[in-house]
């Protein structure tokens, strides 16, 4: 891999700093990935899942179950094309609506996705007969 960025769907668009009551609203996060020797990581600060907390303190809100989060990774592999993923991380952040770490896995780049190919092909025939062209040198003529 040589790039890896992502978002981040169905979090809090904002919060209410006097009672940390997150919005109904939600916002889609982008984010840069730092390479490691294991894989990708990014640290994606957020306010949470929205509606959290509620009335109800401590339980998930009203309307989690019917709320979907993705996390879309996107990864420029050495030979410059580049590859997708789509996961649904609604159970990882039912379980933590104030954050926490998400994993995802299945992120997999075969071999042969990530040959390299200039994509510079030429041939040279069919030019025509050989002719020599003087060109003068320091202003001879």
């Known amino acids: 891999m040589a790039l890896a960025r992502g978002a981040l769907a169905g979090m809090a668009e904002s919060v209410y ?67 997708e993923f789509t996961f649904d991380i609604t159970p990882q952040l039912q379980k933590q609506p104030r954050g926490g770490i998400i994993t995802v896995t299945g992120v997999r780049v075969e071999d042969n996705e990530n040959l390299s190919d200039s994509g510079f092909d030429v041939t040279v025939d069919d030019w025509g007969e050989h002719e020599d062209i003087d060109l003068p040198i320091g202003g001879q003529q």
Do not use: H, I, W
């Open 17 to 83: 700093l006097r009672n940390g009551v997150t919005s109904e609203q939600s916002a889609t996060l982008l984010y840069d990935c730092e390479l490691t020797e294991f894989g990708a990581m990014a640290r994606v600060r957020s306010f949470g899942v929205p509606g959290f907390p509620d009335e109800y303190y401590g339980r998930a809100p009203r309307d989690n179950q019917s709320r979907l989060y993705t996390l879309n990774l996107e990864v420029r592999l050495s030979n410059g094309k580049t590859k």
